[in-house]
């Protein structure tokens, strides 16, 4: 470990000497991994890619939008990060396996998995069209199916790996308009406490993390007079920022949390509590 020691003349004068010494208590190896993060060019994504890159791990995330993420990515680079960027429908099972198979090629072995890809069809059921229930179910649960299972057994191999589920505070508590993505959000909370169970004994961990309302483009959709009374209601008086989602995932991803999962972590300033 090395550590800056000042004598009282350094001090004086500003000197620093650098001393190499040894630490006796063990210090922690920060572990390199290989991420993927779907979704990763929207604004939570973009900020899980970040915080993930600034710890020293290997991203991979996916899009939809080819114009989208290469803007995106033209961008990330200005701003001193590399992701590896792969074109996939994580609501489809065979684009996801194919996905997941190429980071693994590409890569090495995948072992954290953040499900973050997700949309929003918000309409009343009423006048809610089948379209829109399914793009939702499929984009935002039947993703999480497809992109897991597909990287399930790298992760299995290497015994460790960490699964996150972005899921949303609208999972939790309804939201009126929204029962399409309340169901696929409501349905994360099963698929992780189930899949935790199966893997608990294997070294990885399956945990949800669910956000309030976060200042992205998603919320810059809902009308202004909706928007000013959800804020009304979020205890801390603000929206989130993306970078607070972005902290509970790298918390959930250290090596330290390997004895939590099964777990739901809010990150809602307190619009939400149970
Ligand atoms: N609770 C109770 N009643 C409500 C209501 C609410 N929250 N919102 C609207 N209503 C009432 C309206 O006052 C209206 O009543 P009347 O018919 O008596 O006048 C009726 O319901 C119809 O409402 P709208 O006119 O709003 O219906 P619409 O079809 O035009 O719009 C909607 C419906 C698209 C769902 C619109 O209300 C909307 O956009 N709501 C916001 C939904 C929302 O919060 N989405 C979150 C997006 S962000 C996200 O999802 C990320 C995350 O994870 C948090």
Request: charged share 20%; proline share 2%.
């Amino acid at each position: 470990m090395s550590v800056l020691l000042k004598t009282k003349e350094q001090f004086q004068q500003n000197i620093i000497t650098t001393f190499e010494t040894y630490a006796e208590a063990p210090v922690s190896q920060a572990v390199r991994r290989v991420v993927l993060v779907t979704g990763g060019t929207g604004g939570i994504g973009s900020a899980i890619c970040k915080k993930m890159a600034q710890q020293g791990h290997i991203v991979a995330t996916t899009y939809r939008n080819e114009e989208k993420a290469f803007a995106w990515a033209e961008e990330m680079k200005k701003q001193g990060f590399t992701f590896h960027l792969y074109k996939c429908d994580v609501a489809s099972f065979e684009d996801s396996q194919k996905m997941v198979k190429a980071v693994v090629q590409d890569l090495g072995p995948l072992q954290i998995l953040v499900n973050n890809a997700g949309i929003t069809r918000d309409s009343t059921l009423r006048k809610m069209t089948i379209d829109q229930w399914r793009d939702v179910i499929s984009s935002d649960l039947d993703s999480v199916f497809n992109v897991t299972r597909s990287a399930i057994d790298y992760m299995l191999e290497t015994g460790f790996g960490r699964i996150i589920n972005i899921s949303s505070i609208n999972g939790q508590k309804g939201q009126f308009g929204q029962s399409n993505y309340a169901a696929a959000k409501a349905g994360m909370h099963g698929f992780t406490k189930a899949l935790a169970q199966e893997v608990a004994k294997k070294g990885i961990t399956v945990n949800t993390v669910s956000p309030g309302y976060i200042e992205t483009d998603m919320i810059g959709a809902v009308p202004e007079n909706i928007r000013n009374n959800i804020v009304a209601q979020i205890p801390v008086g603000r929206f989130g920022k993306p970078e607070d989602v972005a902290h509970v995932v790298s918390f959930l991803i250290s090596e330290e949390s390997g004895f939590i999962t099964g777990a739901n972590i809010a990150s809602n300033g307190g619009h939400f509590m149970e």
